[in-house]
């Protein structure tokens, strides 16, 4: 069983700037592709921004240069600096990652609980 936990939410003023955190445990082998999706009231989930295993990223057009995301291998945590907030940013974030199990040796892509970003105005 894998677990994705995520953590650092919250509510900003617009400006501001806040950290996710995303932590995987379980039953890993390894980890390739981790990623952050959100999802506003009423709208489709969207991807936001991505790592590969050997650190290529990519970024939704909406939050490049105010974003960055990055991972630490040694702790199977993915991160999600988010600088420059604006209220249209406002939604739950959902971390991802696609992990090799132990138990089945297949790739699966996991998901976390989701954790609330609220922008003010």
């Known amino acids: 069983q894998v677990q994705l936990v995520e953590s650092g939410g919250g509510l900003v003023q617009a400006g501001g700037s806040l950290r996710l955190s995303c932590v995987v445990s379980?039953?890993?082998?390894?980890?390739?592709?981790m990623g952050w999706y959100r999802q506003a009231p009423g709208k489709q989930r969207e991807l936001v921004a991505a790592?590969?295993?050997?650190?290529?990223?990519n970024y939704a057009d909406s939050v490049k240069g105010r974003f960055t995301i990055s991972r630490d291998n040694a702790k199977n945590t993915v991160y999600l600096q988010m600088n420059s907030l604006k209220p249209e940013d406002t939604a739950i974030y959902y971390c991802?990652?696609?992990?090799?199990?132990?138990?089945?040796?297949?790739?699966?892509?996991?998901w976390g609980q989701g954790t609330q970003v609220t922008v003010s105005s």
């Open positions: 991802t990652a696609e992990v090799l199990d132990k138990t089945t040796a297949h790739f699966k892509d996991y």
């Open positions: 379980g039953s890993i082998f390894s980890i390739s592709t």
């Open positions: 790592i590969s295993s050997g650190g290529s990223t």
